[in-house]
């Protein structure tokens, strides 16, 4: 290796353990801040996502945009040189993004457009109008030195402690305003009417979400930008849901989940200073986001799959069991089919696959899988035998079929020769009270026995 490619590997490791270890004051200085920012944004997402306004943060960012080239043209008409100024250019796109988000709740009001058309309507329109500005903007002699292009694509790397201090101190306060009311809003997002029956303020409600959904966003233009501010909002109570349907958790995770993102984003860009900020944060919100996606314990896909997996299996076994019993019950008997004799008798495998008609490699995997967990026994006859606790499970399971089938025949109007397959789908998730209660609806029916089939037994195709 050469000289040179040494002195940059050196080089690259020191930015990078310079930014780890939080040396700089202005790495700590912006990592607070956006911290705050990521925590607050995350937290007043949860509830927009709740009331189903994912959109509003993109109209607001982009609503914003005329008010930031107004509020520099004006600064720099009565004042030349204060166009630059953080707070005048925050507060013209605080105005600009509030008349934005009221002229969508007029259409939404006054007109029969759809929630979706307004929000692009009212979108298109002050980006629009913001893009023009802003061409009248560059024209100025200070408009390429006011840094207005910023709030479009983020300076998180350039800011400096005042900024930060602003952005910082304004998501605290929305921090501890948004926990303040957690209360009234989470009525508000799950049932707005019983929050009016019960004297709340719906009206109000809505409105303070709104100003702190406007709030978070502005102040993030300057971090992330306006094309990707929306993302802050949105990427992190998402990702929580997956996790959990507790909604006092899921809000605690979006904003562990936005202050990640943040602090994240900006130690890898202090790290590697070619990366822009705004994007390495929103990069990193994502990949939480595609982890939430994939391993998500309420909602995630491999736990979804799996449980699905394991409730295929549950289903295979319990079909498995009922064909065993229903081969045997014919030998012994309706009434005795006991646990013990059960287990006194040789199954034939051809017998057992042809029972529900299941294809080769289904059928060998469930008996391998009954095998191993000791429901049944191979012999040395290409045939099976019923351990104890298999043939009080297989009891279990045609009980809760037949069960479900008298109910059925006698409850209600289904022809009988559709009855089996319509116990098939039940029989699985019942649980004992459920079936305490069908006993007693059948007048104890066999309350401690298997009942003896309403119907004559015939193979079935395995339903799909």
């Known amino acids: 290796m050469s000289a040179a490619s040494l ?12 930014a780890v270890s939080l040396r700089d004051y202005n790495t700590r200085v912006v990592l607070a801040g956006t911290t705050m920012l990521g925590v607050s944004g995350g937290l007043v997402g949860t509830f927009l996502i709740l009331r189903k306004r994912a959109l509003a943060a993109d109209v607001v ?15 720099e008409r009565f004042s030349p040189g204060s166009g630059r100024s953080t707070g005048v250019l925050l507060l013209g796109a605080f105005v600009s993004g509030l008349l934005g988000m009221a002229m969508t709740l007029a259409i939404r009001s006054w007109t029969r457009i759809k929630d979706d058309a307004a929000l692009a309507i009212v979108l298109g329109l002050f980006f629009g109008v913001g893009t023009a500005l802003f061409t009248v903007v560059q024209k100025t002699k200070t408009g390429n030195a006011a840094g207005l292009r910023d709030f479009v694509f983020g300076k998180t790397a350039s800011l400096v402690a005042a900024d930060v201090w602003l952005i910082g101190g304004i998501s605290v306060v929305v921090i501890v305003l948004c926990s303040g009311v957690f209360k009234e809003l989470s009525l508000l997002c799950f049932d707005e009417e019983f929050a009016a029956a019960r004297g709340y303020r719906t009206t109000l ?54 202050g990640a993102s943040c602090a994240g984003g900006v130690v890898l860009s202090a790290a590697f200073p070619r990366l822009a900020a705004g994007a390495v944060i929103v990069l990193t919100g994502s990949g939480l986001f595609l982890v939430s996606l994939v391993f998500g314990k309420e909602r995630g896909l491999f736990p979804r799959w799996r449980s699905q997996r394991q409730f295929e299996q549950r289903i295979g076994r319990s079909d498995l069991l009922r064909a065993c019993y229903e081969l045997l019950e014919p030998i012994l008997g309706a009434n005795e089919t006991t646990q013990e004799s059960l287990t006194k008798f040789e199954i034939d495998e051809l017998e057992l696959s042809g029972m529900r008609q299941w294809p080769a490699g289904r059928f060998h995997g469930l008996v391998s899988t009954a095998v191993r967990e ?4 191979s012999m040395s006859t290409d045939g099976y035998q019923l351990t104890s606790r298999g043939a009080e499970e297989a009891r279990d399971a045609v009980r809760h079929h037949r069960l479900w089938e008298i109910y059925l025949l006698t409850q209600t109007d289904l022809d009988p020769r559709l009855v089996d397959r319509g116990a098939d789908g039940i029989e699985h998730v019942l649980d004992p009270d459920q079936l305490a209660e069908l006993e007693r609806r059948l007048d104890n029916e066999s309350p401690h026995g298997v009942p003896p089939s309403p119907h004559p037994l015939a193979i079935t195709a395995e339903t799909p």
């Open 7 to 18: 002195l940059a590997a050196d080089s690259m490791w020191e930015l990078f353990s310079r």
């Open 61 to 75: 960012s982009h609503a914003a945009l005329p008010g930031i080239a107004l509020a520099f043209l004006l600064a």
């Open 205 to 258: 409600l809505d409105g303070l979400l709104t100003l702190m959904a406007v709030t978070v966003t502005l102040i993030g233009l300057q971090s992330v930008g306006l094309l990707l501010v929306v993302a802050l909002l949105l990427i992190p109570p998402t990702a929580a849901r997956f996790w959990t349907n507790d909604l006092k958790i899921m809000s605690g995770l979006a904003a562990a989940i936005g």
């Open 374 to 377: 000791g429901l049944l026994v």
